[in-house]
């Protein structure tokens, strides 16, 4: 396996989307930093310039200085994320959904831009949620995250709800905060029960987003990681692609329109 080349990989992978069913994606930060937005872990990523401790979803309900920061790490996240474009490797998992080989795309990100890519939103489980939305904490009121940032520009630091005063926070899921349920349970469900299961731009060390990969081999599903450094379960993959996302699951999307072409013409060379 660590002897293939990058073009061997990519057709071992490419052959394996085309025998499956459907594949199960599994995405991270690192799959929009071709985008311009960066991950966490990376040099240059948020945790150079904020301190995680700080954002602990225990903190950001108990302190209003807490908040503060929170708002001010999301405010910065937002302008990164409004301008920001999807790239090859959004619009390739679009590509393999209108080919039929995708069984649904399990995100950790939060910036919204595999629906900006044109995935639909019933084939998306986000287990962080999206910084597209607020919410308030005590209500459960939704509101629009572009009327928030318009009251985070006329001064407010730290909104509350305009029904009931409660905490609104960004509807993303904080440290030390539950994933949300629904997408949590069907995630585990769609990754026990794939045939092949990618993981592509994350560190893998999110927990329990990261435990997906394992359900899946659990499942006896492969496993393939596409990351630009090593995760903590480079061990359990049938196959590690060491690249950038876009470039890597592009190509191998490429390949499998050709193979699904052959398949609907008829031939079988
Ligand atoms: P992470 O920052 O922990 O890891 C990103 C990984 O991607 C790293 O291992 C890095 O080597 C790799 N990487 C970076 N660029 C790559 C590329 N072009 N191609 C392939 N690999 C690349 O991110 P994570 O594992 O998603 O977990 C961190 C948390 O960060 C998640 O909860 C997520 O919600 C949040 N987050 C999201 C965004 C976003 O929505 N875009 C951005 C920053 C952080």
Redesign the pocket.
């Known amino acids: 396996m660590e002897n293939d080349s990058l073009a061997d990989q990519i057709v071992k992978v490419a052959n394996w989307v085309t025998a499956a069913r459907g594949v199960v994606i599994f995405t ?7 985008s311009g ?6 040099p240059g ?2 945790w150079e310039k904020y301190d995680p401790d700080d954002f602990l979803y225990q903190k950001i309900i108990s302190s209003e200085e807490s908040r503060r920061k929170y708002w001010k790490m999301h405010s910065e996240l937002y302008y990164t ?1 409004t301008q920001s474009d999807p790239n090859p490797a959004h619009f390739a998992c679009v590509e393999l959904d209108k080919m039929g080989k995708l069984d649904c795309l399990i995100t ?4 919204n ?1 595999h629906q900006k890519a044109g995935l639909p939103e019933e084939k998306i489980l986000e287990l ?1 949620g999206n ?1 597209m939305k607020v919410l308030c904490l005590s209500c459960g009121k939704q509101y629009r995250r572009d009327e928030i940032q318009e009251w985070l520009e006329n001064g407010i630091e730290a909104p509350s709800c305009e029904e009931c005063n409660g905490i609104l926070k960004p509807a ?2 904080a440290f030390g905060q539950a994933m949300p349920q629904r997408e949590t349970e069907e995630a585990v469900e769609k990754s026990r029960n794939c045939e092949l299961f990618i993981a ?7 927990h329990p ?2 435990l997906m990969p394992l359900y899946a081999k659990e499942g006896g599903a492969r496993l393939v990681i ?4 090593s ?1 903590p379960y480079d061990d359990q993959a049938d196959l590690i692609i060491r ?4 470039e890597v699951i592009f190509s191998i999307v490429e390949r499998v329109k050709k193979e699904v072409g052959k398949d609907l013409s008829g031939t079988t060379d």
């Not at 991270?28 to 071709?34: L, R």
């Not at 937005?37 to 990376?42: E, G, H």
């Not at 690249?243 to 876009?246: E, R």
């Open positions: 991270g930060a690192g799959v929009s930093t071709e937005i960066p991950d966490f872990r990376s990523g948020l994320i950790q990100n939060i910036d831009l962080h910084s993303t899921i592509m731009g994350s560190s893998l060390v999110v987003a990261a596409i990351n630009l450094t995760t690249g950038k996302a876009g």
